[in-house]
């Protein structure tokens, strides 16, 4: 039986964003990371605001409306830091550190684990801190109070994610897996940062 191919115009709304979003990938790599790690921030840090106004109501506190600047500022920090960045890393990680490489798979988890993860952590805070117009006192504060807190659950959430993304993932949809994930990680960090 032969197949047929169906024209893109018939194709369900699914595979249409998915052809066009490879399309954009392939076209302007580094922008579409971007723009997408931009969004799946707010909605993460939407996502979060969600889940604690429904904790709020069920023990019949008075839950605050949706922050929308919290979410602008989690959409810079996707568009801005994450999508660049972590494209920038995954491509150098690479090169330092081939397939053909026989540690590979073990100086690869290491280097996102012991080295990036910390700094892209740091990085959040005091990205965050700049868009909160806040000084260095209350960087430091935060810093004290929860950034050991916040880089052990990452430790302990994104390190199997991580081993799957940067040993399995093909290195163009490192970014948008890790973004799914982070999805649920900057709920997570929204929650964590008051």
Not at 58 to 85: C, H, M, W
Not at 125 to 140: C, W
Not at 152 to 168: A, C, D, L, S, Y
Request: some cysteine; aromatic content about 16%.
């Amino acid at each position: 039986m032969p197949v047929q191919s169906v024209p893109l115009r018939d194709a369900s709304i699914h595979y249409r964003l998915l052809h066009q979003y490879l399309f954009l990938l392939k076209k302007y790599p580094i922008l579409t990371k971007s723009v997408t790690s931009g969004i799946l921030s707010a909605l993460g840090n939407l996502l979060s605001q969600i889940l604690e106004a429904r904790k709020k109501a069920q023990s019949n506190a008075s839950a605050k409306e949706i922050d929308t600047a919290g979410a602008a500022r989690f959409a810079i920090y996707g568009l801005f830091i994450t999508g660049p960045v972590s494209h920038y890393f995954y491509q150098l990680m690479e090169m330092w550190m081939p397939t053909t490489d026989r540690y590979c798979v073990i100086k690869r988890l290491l280097l996102d684990r012991l080295v990036f993860a910390p700094g892209f952590l740091m990085i959040f805070y005091f990205v965050m801190n700049i868009l909160e117009a806040k000084g260095s006192d209350d960087f430091l504060k935060k810093i004290r109070g929860s950034y050991w807190t916040a880089l052990k659950m990452n430790w302990k959430v994104w390190t199997p994610f991580q081993f799957i993304n940067i040993n399995f993932v093909p290195v163009e949809f490192r970014v948008l897996f890790a973004n799914m994930i982070a999805l649920f990680w900057y709920a997570y960090l929204a929650t964590v940062r008051k």
